[in-house]
């Protein structure tokens, strides 16, 4: 029997959901079925979602919340959408149905006070034994990151955007 790991992809760097993805692919590779839930992705279009729709059978990928809260016109509305979200992704990590489950961009909805910290560091310390799950986002709590059996910190040394070059599809989404 194989212990599940709690993985945090934290930091300012690019690359925690490209990390998240790849760890999920590594994981659909050896058949295991994944839920990939994307809490503050809005209605662009993701290049990941269509991606995973070759996986159908593996992997189910749900974009949830409102977009980016930073551009926000009614917080109130976004917190409810972070906690409903929440409240599925406690329901999918208690399913059973997967070996891995990625909660991409969580850690904002402790930074922003959204969603209870403790609510979300008990879901994560009484999930299934053998269901791994990997965490992604800025300014992972300490909290989490004790709780994590593993944390991968993404610095920036340099990016396009301090030279103008906008977010680009198939790199930035």
Not at 37 to 49: A, N, P, V
């Amino acid at each position: 029997m194989s212990q599940g790991l709690l993985i945090v992809n934290t930091g300012n760097g690019k690359g925690k959901t490209t990390a998240a993805l790849g760890q999920a692919f590594r994981a659909i590779g050896h058949g295991f079925r994944v839920c990939f839930l994307q809490f503050l992705k809005g209605s662009w279009k993701y290049g990941e979602l269509e991606a995973a729709k070759r996986f159908e059978d593996l992997m189910e990928i749900r974009a949830l919340g409102k977009g980016f809260t930073w551009k926000s016109e009614d917080l109130n509305e976004d917190i409810q959408s972070a906690r409903d979200a929440w409240d599925l992704a406690k329901q999918v990590i208690a399913s059973g149905k997967f070996k891995m489950v990625v909660l991409d961009e969580l850690t904002y909805l402790i930074t922003y006070g959204m969603v209870p910290e403790e609510d979300i560091l008990n879901t994560l310390r009484n999930r299934p034994p053998e269901l791994h799950v990997v965490v992604t986002g800025r300014d992972a709590s300490p909290g989490l990151i004790e709780l994590a059996d593993l944390v991968t910190e993404m610095n920036e040394i340099k990016h396009p955007f301090r030279n103008g070059i906008k977010a680009q599809r198939g790199i930035e989404f």
